[in-house]
C-alpha cells in the first residue's frame, strides 16, 4: 500500500509541473492578442503567487483538520477548473480572476505533498519526486507548442492540460482510502494528522534560522520562476527566435531541472543536503555566465539547461533537510511558510524583472539572476551557522 501510495504522489508531483511553465510559453502569442504590453505576464503571474502565499501559510491547519488526501485532491480540483477558465478567456481581466483558484489550490497541495514526502521518504525520493514536477514542466511548453503550431492557439494548450488535471483528480478521490490507513499506521488511530496544533506565524518565526531559510526559499523560486517565465521571451526578443521556436526551446530550462533532479536521486546516496544545495548553486553560476559570454545562441541554450540542472537539487534538498534541522513535528508549518516565502518570491520578483525589461531591456536577464543567487547562496549559510549555534 505504501508503495502504490507513492506511485500516486509520483502522478501528482507530474500534474503540479504541467501549468507551471505555460504561461511563459504561450505569453509571446497571448499578449499580442489581448493587446496589452509584454510585461503584463508579471501581473497575471503575481496574481497567481498571491493565491498561493494564502493557501500555503493555511496548508498546516488544512493538513491537520482534513489530511493529505484530501486537501491534495480538492487542491487539484481547483487548479483543474482555473485551466479550463484559462482556455474560455477572452480578455486579459478574464486571467487575472481564473489565476486566484489556480493560486490556491497549487500552494495548499505543493506544502503538503512535500511534508508528507520529507516526514516520510528517504532524500532520493524527493529528488526523483521533483524531477517528476520538472516531466510535467517540460511537457507544458511542448503541449503548448503543438496547439500553436497546430493552429488550434494557446486556448487549447490550457484546456489539454486541464484534461489531464480532471484525469488525476479522479486517481486521488479513488486513493483516499489509502492516505487514511497511513495516517492511521503513523499514529496509531484513524485521523491521527488532526491532533496536532497548528502552529501561528508568530511562533515559527521564532524558530532558529527560520527568517533566513524563508530568504533562501523566496530567492530560489525568484530564480526559478523568472527563468521560466522570461526565458523564451528572451529567446524571442533577445536572441530573434520565432516565437513557436522559443516556446520549445524554453523547455530546456525545465529539462536541465528534470535530469538533473533524476541524477540528484542518485548523488543524495553520497551527499548530503546541504553538499547538493551547494552544487546546486554552483552550476546555476556556471548557467548564468554562459549566458553572460558572448556565445550568441547556443550558449543562451546551454546556459538555459545549465540553470536548470543547478536548480534541480536546491528545492528537494531544503525541503527534505526541514524536518532534521526544525523537527517533524514542526515540519509541515515550517514548510508551509518556507512555501509561502517562495512564492512570495514568485509573486514581486519576476514582474519586477518585467518592468525592467519594459523600460530598460530584456538583456538584463542574466545579472538579474546572478543577484539573486548570491542573495540565495548568502542566506543559506547564515541560516545553517544559526542552526549550529542554537
Same mark, same amino acid.
Given at each position: #500500500?505504501?508503495?502504490?501510495l ?7 508531483f ?20 489581448? $493587446? ?37 485532491? @480538492?487542491?487539484? +480540483? ?12 477572452? $480578455?486579459y ?15 495548499s497541495?505543493?506544502?503538503? +505533498? ?8 528517504a532524500? &532520493? ?15 507544458? !511548453?511542448?503541449? #503548448? ?5 497546430g ?7 490550457? &484546456?489539454?492540460? =486541464? ?11 479513488? %486513493?483516499? !482510502? ?6 492511521? $499506521? ?6 491521527g ?36 517565465l522570461?526565458? %523564451? ?5 533577445? &536572441? ?7 516556446? =520549445?526551446?524554453?523547455? +530546456?530550462?525545465?529539462?536541465g531541472?528534470?535530469a538533473?533532479? @533524476?541524477?540528484?536521486?542518485f ?12 552544487? *546546486? ?5 556556471l ?39 526544525? *523537527? ?18 514568485t509573486?514581486?520578483? !519576476? ?25 540565495m ?8 551557522? &544559526?542552526?549550529?549555534? $542554537?
Amino acid at each position: #500500500m505504501f508503495q502504490l501510495l507513492l506511485v500516486i504522489i509520483y502522478l501528482a508531483f507530474i500534474s503540479l509541473g504541467l501549468p507551471d511553465s505555460l504561461l511563459g510559453s504561450a505569453w509571446p502569442t497571448m499578449y499580442q492578442e489581448f $493587446s496589452v504590453p509584454v510585461s503584463y505576464a508579471g501581473g497575471i503571474s503575481m496574481i497567481i503567487a498571491a493565491g498561493t502565499i494564502v493557501s500555503s501559510l493555511q496548508s498546516d491547519r488544512l493538513t491537520k483538520s482534513f489530511g493529505t488526501g484530501k486537501v491534495t485532491a @480538492a487542491s487539484v +480540483l481547483m487548479t483543474a477548473a482555473a485551466l479550463f477558465g484559462f482556455s474560455i478567456s477572452h $480578455s486579459y481581466a478574464a486571467l487575472c480572476l481564473w489565476a486566484v483558484p489556480y493560486g490556491l489550490g497549487a500552494g495548499s497541495v505543493d506544502a503538503s +505533498l512535500n511534508n508528507y514526502v520529507a516526514l516520510h521518504y528517504a532524500s &532520493r525520493h524527493m529528488s526523483w519526486l521533483h524531477c517528476m514536477w520538472g516531466i510535467g514542466a517540460s511537457l507544458g !511548453p511542448y503541449i #503548448m507548442g503543438y496547439a500553436l503550431s497546430g493552429g488550434q492557439g494557446w486556448n487549447m494548450g490550457y &484546456r489539454y492540460i =486541464g484534461i489531464l488535471q480532471v484525469a488525476l483528480t479522479a486517481v486521488l478521490v479513488f %486513493s483516499l !482510502p489509502l492516505w487514511k490507513k497511513q495516517a492511521t $499506521s503513523d499514529t496509531g488511530q484513524a485521523g491521527g494528522e488532526g491532533k496536532a496544533r497548528a502552529l501561528t506565524l508568530g511562533q515559527i518565526l521564532k524558530i532558529p534560522g527560520a527568517k533566513e531559510v524563508m530568504v533562501t526559499f523566496f530567492c530560489y523560486c525568484a530564480l526559478e520562476q523568472t527563468a521560466g517565465l522570461w526565458a %523564451s521571451s528572451y529567446l524571442v526578443l533577445r &536572441r530573434g527566435l520565432p516565437a513557436e521556436t522559443a516556446a =520549445g526551446l524554453a523547455s +530546456l530550462f525545465f529539462i536541465g531541472i528534470t535530469a538533473g533532479r @533524476a541524477f540528484s536521486g542518485f548523488l543524495t546516496m553520497k551527499l548530503n543536503d546541504t553538499q547538493m544545495i551547494r552544487l *546546486g548553486q554552483g552550476l546555476i553560476l556556471l548557467g548564468i555566465v554562459l549566458l553572460l559570454l558572448p556565445f550568441g545562441s547556443t550558449g543562451t541554450l546551454l546556459g538555459l539547461v545549465m540553470i536548470g540542472l543547478g536548480c534541480a537539487p536546491v528545492y528537494p534538498s531544503i525541503i527534505h533537510s526541514t524536518p532534521e534541522h526544525f *523537527g517533524a513535528d514542526k515540519s509541515q508549518a515550517m514548510i508551509g511558510v518556507q512555501m509561502a516565502s517562495a512564492y512570495v518570491g514568485t509573486c514581486f520578483m !519576476p514582474p519586477v524583472f518585467g518592468f525592467l525589461a519594459n523600460h530598460i531591456g530584456v538583456f538584463l536577464f542574466p545579472v538579474y539572476l546572478l543577484a539573486i543567487l548570491a542573495l540565495m547562496a548568502a542566506m543559506h549559510e547564515k541560516m545553517l551557522k &544559526r542552526l549550529l549555534h $542554537s
